[in-house]
């Protein structure tokens, strides 16, 4: 990384080689992922829950609630990857600070 310059990288990419090992070893981590995806997601929810009836009530957003909710939304994109047989490079099963970013 170049000093002050960030370096952002793809992680919905092509790779060729694919071991035999690892793919044995993702059902392990497909399990730990689904759990901790299961549960982040319904607290998610309850937030989003939340926040629905802030707005309503405020008309404003909690930034809290907010940021509880691009959390989920951050993992389920980091994991995807990895779930979905792109790459053998595995996640952390816990949830990561990450950031996705949309190119304009």
Same mark, same amino acid.
């Given at each position: 990384?170049? #000093? !002050? /310059? @960030?370096?952002?990288?793809?992680?919905?990419?092509?790779?060729?080689?694919? %071991? =035999?090992?690892? &793919?044995?070893?993702? /059902?392990?981590?497909?399990?730990?992922?689904? *759990?901790?995806?299961?549960?982040? %997601?319904?607290?998610?929810?309850?937030?989003?829950?939340?926040?629905?009836?802030?707005?309503?009530?405020? %008309? =404003? =957003?909690? #930034?809290?609630?907010?940021?509880?909710?691009? !959390?989920?939304? #951050?993992?389920?994109?980091?994991?995807?990857?990895?779930?979905? &047989?792109?790459?053998?490079? =595995? @996640?952390? *099963?816990? @949830?990561? @600070?990450?950031?996705?970013?949309?190119?304009?």
């Amino acid at each position: 990384m170049t #000093e !002050g /310059i @960030p370096v952002h990288n793809q992680i919905f990419t092509y790779e060729h080689d694919a %071991g =035999r090992v690892e &793919l044995l070893i993702r /059902i392990v981590y497909w399990i730990a992922i689904g *759990i901790v995806a299961f549960v982040y %997601g319904i607290l998610a929810t309850i937030c989003l829950i939340i926040q629905w009836f802030y707005i309503l009530i405020f %008309g =404003r =957003r909690h #930034e809290s609630l907010s940021n509880f909710a691009k !959390g989920y939304l #951050e993992y389920i994109v980091h994991v995807m990857p990895y779930t979905y &047989l792109m790459t053998d490079k =595995r @996640p952390g *099963i816990m @949830p990561v @600070p990450v950031k996705v970013f949309e190119e304009s």
